[in-house]
């Protein structure tokens, strides 16, 4: 099998590479170790900045997201007995969307499906090759449990955080960055009304909770809890009254509901370099990987994938190299923004043993919530710069 693009995983950053290359008139093959239902199905991020809604949009993928999307002006930002609202609209003229990656996903499949997209679902053993050469290939088992090759121009690792493309690069050509933190995330999804407009951002002795929404009636919840907790430790019971204590604030109640998913989500920082190797270029968390607390995750594959498309249509329909050399530079540059702003934020609201650190995060909320400047630094990492920048 032949094609002109390689894209290794389906997830966001691989279907929307797919999507844009498309429209660039570069076709391209996506393959997938999962399940359609599988990718379609994962509970993962949920928050849009701007110029993701708007890249989403301009390239027909926004029906659904701008009837379903719920388009929020700030968050709340809360430590015990103080909620504060940060209004991003009136700070920097820009909103953020609540809309699942699990809608992302199904809008991207769907419209790969209709142009007809060759999406090879439950492949196995995936092998990145001859990267260096002008002639790289992917080697698989397809859902049968045939062995086959893909040949291409060029191959983009699209594949994750545990996916084999990163580790195509050899060990001398690349460096890494990373940091890990003491603390998890345990997710749940509830079938209860949010009990807030706006997402609630909340440090608090107990650790960091956050107050996160699906729609009108599912709520998303994440606690802080020890690296490696065991879920059987957090029966349903126990969750509600972490909630409860965690976001509590006079005059305001917690509706709680069924809990109808929950998971326990690690938390590191990663960063890989060059996000280039030859014919192998790596984008969304197959390079670099956010702990979600500022929600940057999905929004920074995005905007590798919007650079990267009109890169390598410029490489291999026009023969300008340009924009595909700058590519990894280009991209660095944001993800080192956002890696910067995840760790500022998990810092800031998730807490430990130390008590200079707590004193340290108390000042450091009450500087944001008390101060235009500082809040507008936060709201413009938070909402997202345009894409490029
Ligand atoms: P992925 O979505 O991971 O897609 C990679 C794809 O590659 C997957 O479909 C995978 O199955 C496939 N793949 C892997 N190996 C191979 C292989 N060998 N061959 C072929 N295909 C392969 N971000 C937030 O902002 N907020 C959150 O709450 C949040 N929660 C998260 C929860 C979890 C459990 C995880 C893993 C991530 C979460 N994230 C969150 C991060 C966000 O979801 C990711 O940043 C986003 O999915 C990145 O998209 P991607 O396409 O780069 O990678
Ligand atoms: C959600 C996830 C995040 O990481 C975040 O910062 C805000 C919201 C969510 O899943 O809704």
Redesign the pocket.
Known sequence: MRTRVAI????????LLSHLLEAEGVESVV????TQE??EA??????LEQSTVDLLVQNGLGDRLLAEGDPHRGIHLQWPQERHHLDFVDLIGRTVTVYG?TEVQKDLGQAREAAGQPILYG??D?GVHDVESDHPYVT?TDADGKRRRLDADVVVG???????SRGAVPPAARQTWERTYPYA?L?VLAAVAPSTDELIYARHPDGFALHSMRSADVSRF?LQVPAGTDIAAWPDDRIWEALSTRLNLDGWELATGAITEK?V?PMRSFVQQPMRHGRLFL????AH??P?T????????VA?VALLAPALAGLLVRGDHRAADAYSDTALRRVWRCTHFSWWMTTMLHTGDDPFDAQLQLSQLRWVAGSEAAARGLAENYAGMPIGL
Do not use: H
Not at 8 to 15: E, N, S, T, Y
Not at 31 to 34: A, Q, S, V
Not at 158 to 164: A, E, L, N, R, Y
Not at 294 to 301: S, V
């Open positions: 290794v995983g389906a997830g966001p950053a691989g279907l393959l997938e170790t999962r599988y990718v994962r509970i993962r991020a949920g928050i990656q492949i196995g995936t698989f699209c594949d994750g955080s545990f996916g084999p995330w997710g994440y998971s989500l984008a969304g968390d197959a990987i956010v979600p500022g929600a940057k995750g999905l929004n920074l594959a590798d």
